[in-house]
């Protein structure tokens, strides 16, 4: 009776584990047809125009497992990943993608897709890695993405989606990145986004973004990359925001943001590697705290409205690559040379890139130290800053300079010759200065040029034979000055 009985239950154990192995491989194997088949619909619907199209390997007799771009699972049973980065491919993306429900990667950056997102993304719910930047995709972001509670990363960068973000995106509650930068959103910035504590960069620049940047961001303890630039942003910048210690890259320019900007700033966000609030109506004097921070790269405030003199300290940041206080007004202290401090300091600086302090009524002569400042230094603007004296031959020694802007000041003497060792140059602006002498032919080695304005000076004599070498010149401007004779031979 009870061998009987084990017996019968050995064989219903037996049956019912026969039919779900069964089950199992049935559903499995008619999974990856359909993967299958929803790679085949989204094939069909794009070609490309670059050198290789990695589709037209997908043979139809082997495994998708087999496919180029596509990575299954270990026991290659569903596929996982869908990578085709950078195949100039065109066209929309099928519906069908939304069936392939173990993808847990989709990278299709860098092609030109086009045509909406469509909603049935919205059942990859197991999607963790979403990048589909640099395309032309259309059309709003459909709210089922999120529905997508595995992403960590949303990157949509450089598309051409429009409509608002969607409100619950906060039920993405393990996003890491979430970048929209470079579209066509409209409407204000969600305050849910405050709801996703995972969240480590949000870059929402260069949409048509409205409103103000709301306070609950503050909220986000993990950000380190805030970036709201290139919008139509309004207000004051929420106190909060300045505390959000664990910031690396706080990005706020273009917009029409107001009010002090603190001068405690570098306290409060001690992290801060890249502080960008130019073109905006910020108030108050450049935040002294700023230069405490041994470790920043970008500095940037120009086209505000900030006044006082620059702080102390612009001699103690080795890892500067970018100082920008252009269109501001700033000026030097009375007895300190404001141009001999900023230009001193910033030799201390041998990554500087970067450098811009025009417009500000700074006044004072160049210093002799300008040829110390950094040998990448590719960028310079001092116009229409007061400046006096002459141009030290020593700004020779600048030899990675691509733009000299000296121009709209009161600057005498002749050009150094020495200047025509500055190889890289590609803009050279001296207009509007009382510059004197003859134009050194030594300018004629600068064979980057493609502008040159010497206009509004007293320069004197002919226009050097060795003008005629430059092969690269677009626009050259020497009127309003006493030059004589003809235009050289061969200037074409
Ligand atoms: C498909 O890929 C597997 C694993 O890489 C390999 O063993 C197999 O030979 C491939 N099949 C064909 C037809 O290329
Ligand atoms: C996607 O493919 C490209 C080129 O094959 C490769 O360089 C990149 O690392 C891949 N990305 C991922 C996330 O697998
Ligand atoms: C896959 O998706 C498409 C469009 O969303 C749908 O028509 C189709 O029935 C789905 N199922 C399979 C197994 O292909
Ligand atoms: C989008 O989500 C809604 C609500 O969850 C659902 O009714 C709809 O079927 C989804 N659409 C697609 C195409 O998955
Ligand atoms: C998405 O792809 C772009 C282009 O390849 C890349 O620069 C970016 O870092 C990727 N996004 C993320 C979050 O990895
Ligand atoms: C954030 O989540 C809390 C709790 O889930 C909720 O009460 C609140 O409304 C959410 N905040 C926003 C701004 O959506
Ligand atoms: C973006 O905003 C500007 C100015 O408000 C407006 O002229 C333009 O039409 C907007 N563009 C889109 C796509 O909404
Ligand atoms: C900023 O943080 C400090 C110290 O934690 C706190 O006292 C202050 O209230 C905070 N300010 C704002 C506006 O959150
Ligand atoms: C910068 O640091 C120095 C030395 O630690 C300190 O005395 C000074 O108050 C700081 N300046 C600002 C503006 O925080
Ligand atoms: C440059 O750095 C050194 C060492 O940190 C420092 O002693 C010096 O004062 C700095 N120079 C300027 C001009 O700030
Ligand atoms: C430039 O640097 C060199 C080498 O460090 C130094 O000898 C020279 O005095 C500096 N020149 C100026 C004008 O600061
Ligand atoms: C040089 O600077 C002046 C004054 O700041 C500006 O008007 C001009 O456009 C600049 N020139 C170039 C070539 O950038």
Known sequence: ??????????????????????????????????????????????????????????????????????????RRTRVVAL?????????????????????????????QLSGPLPDQMGNLFRLRDLNLSQNSLNGVLPSNISKLTELRVLDLTTNRITGAIPTDLDRLVNLQVLNLGRNLFIGTIPASIANIS??????????????????????????????????????TVPSSIYNMSSLVVLALASNNLWGRLPYDVGVTLPN????????????????????????IKVIRMAQNRLV???????????????????????VSTGDDDGLQYIITSLTNSSRLKFLAFDGNPLGGEIPESIGNLSKVLGILYMGQSRISGNIPPSISQLSGLTLLNLSYNSISGEIP???????????????????????????GDLQQLNRVDLSGNQLVGQIPSSFQNFQRLLSMDLSHNRLNGSIPKGFS
């Open 1 to 74: 009776m009870s061998s009987s009985f084990s017996l019968q239950f050995a064989l219903v154990l037996f049956i019912l584990y026969f039919k779900c192995l069964f089950i199992s491989i049935e559903s499995q194997a008619s999974s990856l047809v359909t993967d299958k088949e929803a790679l085949l619909s989204f094939k069909s619907q794009i070609t490309t125009s670059g050198p290789l199209n990695p589709l037209s390997q997908w043979d139809q007799n082997l495994s998708p497992c087999n496919w180029t771009g596509i990575v299954c699972d270990s």
């Open 83 to 111: 990578n085709l980065s950078g195949f100039h491919l065109e066209g929309s993306i099928s519906s069908h993608i939304g069936n392939m429900s173990f993808l847990s990667s989709l990278q299709l950056q860098e092609n």
């Open 198 to 235: 995972s969240l480590d960069t949000l870059s929402l620049g260069t949409n048509n973004l409205t409103g103000t940047i709301p306070t609950e961001l503050s909220r986000l303890g993990k950000l380190t990359v805030l970036d709201l630039t290139i919008n139509h942003l309004t207000g």
């Open 272 to 295: 801060l590697l890249v502080f960008n609030f130019c073109f905006n109506q910020f108030t108050g004097g450049i935040p002294g705290s700023l230069h405490n921070l041994t470790n």
């Open 308 to 330: 006082g003199t620059v702080p102390p300290g612009l001699g103690n940041l080795p890892f500067l690559e970018m100082y920008n206080i252009g269109y501001n007004t700033i």
């Open 417 to 443: 010759p020495e200047m025509g060792k500055l190889v890289e140059l590609q803009v050279l602006d001296l207009a509007r200065n009382q510059i004197s002498g003859r134009i050194p032919s030594n300018l």
